[in-house]
């Protein structure tokens, strides 16, 4: 047991750090009021972050007469408004690999992260959180299953062995995971969320969204999870894991309906989760 | 050349009683060449009518520049009705979406989707080309050459001069005058300021000199005040603009949606009061007047 922890830390260690403005961004972005001057400021304290949003406005998508050198540059040229969705595009894809490693395909699997997070956004809206709690919301959708990412690129034979089986007996991975690794997708992703600092019901939701129990705990792990069954569902992208478990007792109580009932209140997804998808573009164009 | 105002409105149409003499149309400005060549500045509402005008003597060949892709700019197109018969040729001029990445042939295919009218764009019988422009780009038209500028506005959005039959015209689409985001004493307030200062420059160098000059100055320095960033002008920057720029004759156009007549009226007075000494000529853009440039 040791052992296994060892060899995940090791694994986590690996992983580029995340950067705090992806978050920032996120927030900032879901405020219809939101300062340009403050957007500005966290995107010039992110050197990365800088280096891509230059890299794409000077890209022949936007065909600008002249080069953009700075953010304050890009900033008078293109108006908060684009700007701030050009920088939401970017933070979403931000810190992960683009190609595809140890059996994951990273297009299917961004695409499966995005629906969740869209997901959980409009679970989160039809509990009444507020604008700035939906973007945590939606933050912990899109980074759900980030620890799938970790095992992929720093414990692919076994990953690959864990895919294999799920996919032979159509079992969940997670449990496939424990078998062959020792540990879920969850457990890692946790440990992650943890060298990333990110806010503790973010990591929460991470580690727990496939341990919800009878549910009503927690919100966010609760919509977290629903959103995760209504993706699989719905076939919105591929994880790895195609079985969708029935919603507990806890879970249906809280929105009063079961995962059938969820998916017809929910009639904009498709089209929300497709103007999702310019997030990938994005991310693949920088 | 010269040119006719379709559409002055800014927004959204706001027709009735209120707005008749200055026009309830949304954007649109037909240019014609000495020669009849045709180009139009933008499809509001204000294109309908001159669809119907065109299809008395179709076939028509005929340039569409769309300034920017905000509703109130193209929402006419899909009721251009030389758009729907075989042997009109049109042109459909317009800046790219980085964001969805995709270009102009995108304002008609997604405004023409299922949900949204019964048409579809692919079901359009004339012969329709689209052209997504660059920044700065030239378009020759034999009859006239386009040049463009982008302007600041909550989109990609481009002003553009129309030189024609040996007089210019500059149309701003909709536009803002750049502005500092910071602070004096912010670290960057300098910095930040001579991009702004150069922007604003760039544009008044591009329009110096034009005959005509057709400006977004959609709000009073009051509305203003509370409507920072939406990407208007006002009416005394606007001026302001003009004057700098040594322009020809001025037409303030984009109408606020809720202004009426007698405050329009109300407004050109006080201006005319106020900017009697200036060196700048202007007018109220009135839908159906025709200017000879």
């Given at each position: 047991m040791q052992d296994v922890k060892k060899k995940l830390l090791t694994a986590v260690e690996k992983m580029p750090a995340f950067p705090k403005s992806v978050h920032q961004v996120l927030k900032l972005a879901s405020d219809i009021n939101c300062p340009q001057k403050e957007l500005v400021e966290v995107i010039k304290r992110d050197p990365v972050f800088t280096l891509k949003i230059l890299r794409l406005v000077n890209s022949a998508y936007f065909g600008l007469a002249r080069e953009i050198t700075s953010i304050n540059h890009a900033s008078v040229y293109l108006g908060l408004n684009t700007l701030k969705n050009v920088a939401l595009g970017l933070a979403a894809v931000g810190a992960i690999p683009k190609a595809n490693v140890a059996g994951l395909d990273m297009g299917a699997f961004w695409l499966h992260s995005l629906a969740v997070a869209t997901a959980t956004r409009m679970l989160g809206s039809m509990l009444g959180v507020s604008r700035d709690e939906a973007a945590d919301y939606f933050a912990a959708g899109l980074l759900h299953d980030i620890g799938k990412v970790v095992f992929a690129l720093y414990m692919p034979v076994e990953f690959q062995q864990a895919l294999a089986r799920a996919a032979e007996d159509n079992s969940p991975l997670h449990e496939a995971e424990a078998e062959s690794l020792g540990a879920t997708h969850a457990d890692i992703g946790a440990l992650l969320a943890e060298k990333w600092n990110l806010p503790g019901p973010l990591r929460n939701a991470i580690e727990r969204h496939h341990d919800v129990g009878e549910g009503g705990r927690s919100q966010l792990v609760d919509c977290v999870f629903a959103a995760n069954q209504i993706s699989k569902k719905l076939a919105f992208g591929a994880a790895g894991d195609f079985s969708s478990t029935p919603l507990p007792p806890g879970v249906e109580a809280r929105f009063a309906l079961d995962l059938e009932g969820l998916i017809k209140e929910m009639p904009t997804l498709d089209e929300e989760v497709e103007h999702a998808r310019i997030f990938i573009k994005l991310g693949e164009a920088s | 050349m010269r040119f006719r105002f379709r559409g002055t409105r800014g927004s959204l149409p706001a027709p009735g009683p209120d707005t008749v003499r200055y026009g309830g149309n949304t954007t649109c400005i037909e240019v014609r060449s000495d020669a009849g060549g045709l180009l139009v500045l933008d499809a509001g509402t204000g294109i309908r009518e001159l669809g119907l005008d065109e299809a008395r003597r179709m076939p028509i060949d005929c340039h569409v520049f769309i300034s920017h892709t905000h509703w109130d700019h193209i929402q006419g197109l899909p009721f251009f009705v030389p758009l729907f018969v075989p042997g009109n040729r049109i042109t459909i001029y317009g800046p790219p979406d980085p964001l969805t990445m995709t270009g102009i042939e995108a304002v008609l295919t997604k405004q023409m989707e299922y949900p949204h009218f019964p048409v579809r764009?692919?079901?359009?019988?004339?012969?329709?080309?689209?052209?997504?422009?660059?920044?700065?780009?030239?378009?020759?038209?034999?009859?006239?050459?386009?040049?463009?500028?982008?302007?600041?506005?909550?989109?990609?959005?481009?002003?553009?001069?129309?030189?024609?039959?040996?007089?210019?015209?500059?149309?701003?689409?909709?536009?803002?005058?750049?502005?500092?985001?910071?602070?004096?004493?912010?670290?960057?307030?300098?910095?930040?300021?001579?991009?702004?200062?150069?922007?604003?420059?760039?544009?008044?160098?591009?329009?110096?000199?034009?005959?005509?000059?057709?400006?977004?100055?959609?709000?009073?320095?009051?509305?203003?005040?509370?409507?920072?960033?939406?990407?208007?002008?006002?009416?005394?920057?606007?001026?302001?603009?003009?004057?700098?720029?040594?322009?020809?004759?001025?037409?303030?156009?984009?109408?606020?949606?809720?202004?009426?007549?007698?405050?329009?009226?109300?407004?050109?007075?006080?201006?005319?009061?106020?900017?009697?000494?200036?060196?700048?000529?202007?007018?109220?853009?009135?839908?159906?007047?025709?200017?000879?440039?």
């Open positions: - | 764009a692919a079901e359009l019988l004339a012969d329709i080309d689209y052209e997504t422009l660059r920044d700065g780009q030239v378009v020759d038209l034999g009859f006239a050459t386009v040049s463009n500028m982008l302007m600041n506005h909550p989109a990609m959005d481009f002003g553009f001069k129309v030189a024609c039959d040996g007089k210019t015209l500059f149309f701003t689409g909709d536009h803002e005058p750049f502005y500092n985001i910071y602070e004096p004493g912010d670290e960057d307030y300098a910095d930040y300021g001579k991009i702004v200062d150069e922007r604003n420059r760039a544009i008044t160098e591009f329009l110096r000199g034009v005959d005509a000059f057709i400006i977004d100055a959609q709000y009073t320095e009051e509305e203003y005040a509370t409507r920072r960033g939406w990407g208007h002008s006002t009416f005394e920057r606007a001026l302001a603009l003009a004057e700098e720029a040594g322009v020809g004759r001025v037409y303030l156009t984009h109408h606020e949606t809720t202004r009426t007549d007698a405050e329009v009226d109300a407004i050109l007075d006080r201006l005319k009061r106020e900017w009697a000494d200036r060196r700048v000529r202007f007018d109220m853009a009135r839908e159906g007047e025709t200017v000879e440039v």
